[in-house]
């Protein structure tokens, strides 16, 4: 259902999901934001370029296995609905360089580790979803080209030609998250095995470890000139020989595939954006509280007010559709929810950006300097309106859905 139907009446959560959300609040609390400046201070002290990780994610990691925050993003792995899943996503985005990756639910490995889970064989599984899984390796996942208009993905141009009992890869990707990380041990690659074949069927994904001869990682990109830990760079393959069991699916379904793992991968992006706004918001409060301006407060002044609540409004009714879409995945999957998680991806991270935005108009100066997460949060959330699909793809796919879909009324 999308559109003017009756609205669903949600489940209340389980017990586990109550425990589990009050846990995750108080790790939270006591280890993630606590462990925010240690976390800055090696990367600073590392440079820009260095691209490992600082040891305390990997300590918070251990503390939050040992709590049972593990693995959250997966119902097979954790019992969570999608639903349940989100409010406590959502808590991991008011810290989202450190606490998705110490629950192992950062991306790009949980869509991975998703498409491993769905369409992997018993022996991929055991080599690459096991140790992902037990967050002992990292991932990437390759299907961005510099050379086309990636947001079709049917554009891609990557070879994938069969070479006797291998599969030879060969072409050029970019933004390819994760990569640069020393922890990085396999990319999931999407190529054409089929030109020839219909436009969907063209493409196949295949299974490739990092350190396969003639797979160059050539260079990170910066995010409005900041670079992100994991990276996100330019990986090159030439002459690139994997065995035929290193196909992913089946050839030929790689479009499928992909779209299989872009539709979690989207709603868990729109579920930590939230927290992301929600901290903002509250950056946002104590600054008025504390600042005074023509000889009062600013949290007196009615325009701040004003902002303090358009900006709940913004959020609430975003958190509405993210749940909606959740909802939907549970209740009916991802290819019959894709048009809400697609609103979804469109409406939150403007809903975040527009918060962000006014936190960073009342911090003044501090605002847009690295003495706050609000910079950083702002780049990343309007990154965020492009990867996954910009803003128009999934416009274009609403707009065409309504002008086929059947009215409530007749109108005439």
């Not at 903002?280 to 104590?286: G, K, N, Q, R």
């Not at 009714?317 to 048009?339: F, I, P």
Request: hydrophobic share 40%; with cysteine.
């Amino acid at each position: 259902m999308f559109g003017s139907q009756m609205y669903p009446s949600y489940p209340a959560p389980s017990e586990r999901a109550v425990a589990l959300h009050a846990e995750l609040v108080a790790f939270m609390r006591d280890e993630v934001f606590p462990a925010e400046e240690a976390y800055d201070a090696y990367r600073a002290a590392a440079g820009p370029d260095d691209h490992t990780v600082p040891p305390v994610v990997e300590e918070l990691k251990v503390k939050a296995r040992a709590r049972g925050l593990w693995n959250l993003f997966l119902p097979a792995e954790s019992g969570l609905t999608q639903l349940e899943y989100a409010t406590l996503a959502e808590l991991t985005g008011w810290s989202t360089e450190i606490a998705p990756e110490a629950l192992n639910c950062q991306a790009p490995d949980t869509g991975n580790m998703e498409l491993l889970h769905l369409v992997g064989t018993e022996a991929q599984k055991k080599r690459w979803l096991e140790p992902l899984l037990a967050g002992e390796i990292r991932s990437a996942y390759a299907m961005t080209e510099p050379a086309v208009a990636s947001s079709d993905a049917t554009n891609i141009e990557t070879r994938i030609e069969r070479d006797g009992d291998h599969y030879v890869v060969n072409g050029r990707k970019w933004w390819i998250t994760g990569a640069a990380d020393p922890r990085c041990r396999v990319l999931i690659v999407m190529g054409k095995t089929d030109p020839g074949a219909a436009q969907h069927r063209q493409q196949s994904m295949v299974i490739v470890p990092i350190d396969t001869p003639g797979v160059v990682v050539e260079r990170s990109y910066p995010v409005f000139g900041r670079q992100d830990q994991h990276g996100h760079c330019l990986v090159s393959f030439t002459d690139v020989r994997v065995p035929m069991e290193n196909l992913l699916g089946e050839e030929g379904g790689g479009f499928a595939a992909a779209q299989m793992r872009l539709g979690p991968g989207r709603i868990h992006h729109v579920m930590r954006a939230l927290g992301a706004g929600e901290r903002a918001l509250a950056l946002m409060v104590e600054r008025v509280q504390e600042r005074v301006a023509f000889g009062k407060p600013l949290a007196d002044q009615s325009a701040v007010r004003e902002r303090i609540a358009e900006s709940r409004i913004e959020l609430e009714q975003a958190r509405a559709l993210c749940h909606r879409a959740a909802y939907a995945v549970d209740a009916r999957g991802n290819k019959d929810a894709r048009h809400l998680i697609s609103a979804a991806k469109v409406a939150v991270p403007r809903a975040v950006l527009n918060v962000i935005d006014r936190a960073i108009q009342v911090h003044g100066g501090a605002g847009i300097s690295d003495t706050t997460p609000l910079s950083m949060l702002y780049g990343w959330h309007r990154a965020m309106r492009i990867f996954d699909g910009p803003d128009e793809v999934h416009l274009v796919t609403l707009g065409r859905h309504e002008l086929t879909r059947q009215p409530q009324f007749q109108l005439r």
